[in-house]
Nanobody, 126 residues
Framework: QVTLVESGGGLVQAGGSLRLSCAASGRTSSSVGMGWFRQAPGKEREFVAAINWNGGRTYYADSVKGRFTISRDNALNTVYLQMMSLKPGDTAVYYC???????????????????WGQGIQVTVSS
């Protein structure tokens, strides 16, 4: 079992930056692929970024490529999402997710993630 807790969200003006953190606990939390997803009101949950189990590989949605950076510190069991040049369209609830398979890679499919955080609000004002 893996428990995920997001932090770092809030309100920011367009063009600003935020860094989300996802603290993971559980026996295999530092050895699985992790991802960030987001869901805006009235829309489906969408993929944002993913990182493989050791941080050596990352993958981004086209809409955030070049603006967002995913990273992890396995010693702290924490995954980060650095968000820069934020736009009003980035406004959503952001979710951290973990895969169940040890040594897993990146994935943009929601069904390949077994564990989810409770979500954290990010609001970008124009």
């Amino acid at each position: 079992q893996v428990t995920l807790v997001e932090s770092g969200g809030g309100l920011v003006q367009a063009g600003g930056s935020l860094r989300l953190s996802c603290a993971a606990s559980g026996r295999t939390s530092s050895s699985v692929g992790m991802g960030w997803f987001r869901q805006a009101p009235g829309k489906e949950r969408e993929f944002v970024a993913a990182i493989n189990w050791n941080g050596g590989r990352t993958y981004y949605a086209d809409s955030v490529k070049g603006r967002f950076t995913i990273s992890r510190d396995n010693a702290l069991n924490t995954v980060y999402l650095q968000m820069m040049s934020l736009k009003p369209g980035d406004t959503a609830v952001y979710y951290c997710a973990a895969r169940a398979t040890p040594s897993s890679g990146t994935s943009y499919y929601t069904w390949e993630y077994a564990y989810w955080g409770q979500g954290i609000q990010v609001t970008v004002s124009s």
